[in-house]
């Protein structure tokens, strides 16, 4: 990542001439670009380093494309191999998203009657049926592109052999390639995916989607584990864990969100 400008500390007020109006319509934009048009890195799923070459967008948000040569717009991680630090850019969406998340609350008006929390879910219904569809696998090979997936890491690695987009995007690993360490005094990620602390449980509780409640054995106590999903991603399935009586071990699946 360049240095030459600073990572945004994304606020409302980073866009001063665009209206929450002008989130929600870009987010339903995007959605309906999704259902017929084939490459996600030209529409919902685009970098925002790279937002200046899908001029469609621009013309969506009052100074969006200002703000992507202003600013580099996502999120540092850790590659846990080697604990180098990393930056990865965050898709349009997700920049859109957050910006509604920090406007509304879930309570705020957004074009006209809706509220904020009616609008996501509204899309992220609507986009969960567009990637359902058999015609949503002619967009696989430009995600696997957008996100660089290593393929060989797959346990089916031809992205032909998936009948959906969202079959693909629950996509199962070859076992051992994300190894846990065995230690019994080790904590383990509860999940392949970064991980986002709360200061308190209220904070939390406002993007909690399904909760799993477990027992450890060794303890006796109760657990909860807390799938959120994420933006655009509606569902959440429990496959390790869903039956009554089940014994997990660390690394099993628990389960995935689409």
Same mark, same amino acid.
């Given at each position: #990542?360049?240095?030459?400008k600073?990572?945004?500390?994304?606020h409302?007020?980073?866009l001063?001439? %665009?209206?929450p109006?002008?989130f929600a319509s870009?987010?339903?934009? !995007?959605?309906?670009?999704?259902?017929?048009?084939t490459? +996600?890195?030209?529409g919902?799923h685009t970098?925002?380093?790279? !937002?200046l070459r899908?001029?469609?967008i621009?013309k969506?948000?009052?100074? /969006?494309?200002?703000?992507a040569?202003a600013y580099?717009t996502?999120n540092?991680?850790?590659v846990?191999?080697t604990?180098?630090?990393? $930056?990865?850019? #965050?898709?349009?969406?997700?920049?859109v998203?957050?910006?509604?998340?920090?406007?509304?609350?879930?309570?705020?008006?957004v074009l006209?009657?809706q509220?904020?929390e009616?609008l996501?879910?509204?899309?992220? /219904?609507?986009?969960g049926?567009? @990637?359902d569809?058999? !015609?949503s +696998?002619k967009?696989?090979p430009?995600?696997?592109?957008? @996100?660089?997936?290593?393929?060989?890491e797959l346990?089916?690695?031809?992205i032909? %052999?998936?009948?959906? $987009?969202?079959?693909f $995007?629950?996509r199962k690993?070859k076992p051992?390639?994300?190894?846990?360490d065995a &230690?019994?005094d080790?904590?383990?990620?509860? &999940?392949?995916?970064r991980?986002?602390?709360?200061?308190? %449980?209220?904070a939390?509780?406002k993007?909690?989607?399904s909760?799993?409640?477990?027992?450890?054995?060794?303890t006796?106590?109760?657990? &909860?584990? +807390?799938?959120?999903? &994420?933006?655009?991603v509606?569902s959440?399935?429990?496959?390790?864990?869903a039956?009554?009586?089940?014994?997990?071990k660390?690394?099993?699946?628990l389960?995935?969100?689409?």
């Amino acid at each position: #990542m360049s240095t030459t400008k600073p990572a945004e500390q994304i606020h409302p007020t980073n866009l001063p001439d %665009a209206s929450p109006d002008h989130f929600a319509s870009a987010l339903e934009a !995007l959605v309906n670009h999704s259902d017929g048009h084939t490459d +996600v890195g030209q529409g919902i799923h685009t970098p925002m380093h790279d !937002l200046l070459r899908v001029p469609w967008i621009h013309k969506l948000i009052p100074g /969006i494309e200002k703000l992507a040569v202003a600013y580099h717009t996502g999120n540092y991680y850790i590659v846990r191999s080697t604990r180098e630090p990393m $930056f990865e850019s #965050m898709p349009i969406y997700a920049r859109v998203g957050m910006h509604l998340l920090f406007y509304g609350r879930g309570r705020a008006k957004v074009l006209g009657t809706q509220t904020v929390e009616h609008l996501l879910r509204e899309q992220s /219904i609507k986009e969960g049926k567009i @990637y359902d569809s058999p !015609l949503s +696998v002619k967009s696989i090979p430009s995600f696997v592109q957008t @996100y660089k997936i290593n393929t060989a890491e797959l346990l089916q690695p031809d992205i032909t %052999a998936y009948k959906t $987009f969202n079959e693909f $995007f629950s996509r199962k690993l070859k076992p051992g390639t994300r190894p846990v360490d065995a &230690a019994p005094d080790a904590l383990c990620s509860a &999940a392949d995916s970064r991980l986002t602390v709360y200061t308190c %449980a209220d904070a939390a509780k406002k993007f909690w989607r399904s909760i799993l409640y477990l027992e450890h054995t060794g303890t006796g106590k109760p657990i &909860a584990v +807390v799938a959120i999903g &994420a933006l655009l991603v509606g569902s959440v399935v429990w496959t390790g864990g869903a039956q009554p009586g089940c014994v997990l071990k660390k690394g099993d699946e628990l389960g995935y969100v689409f």
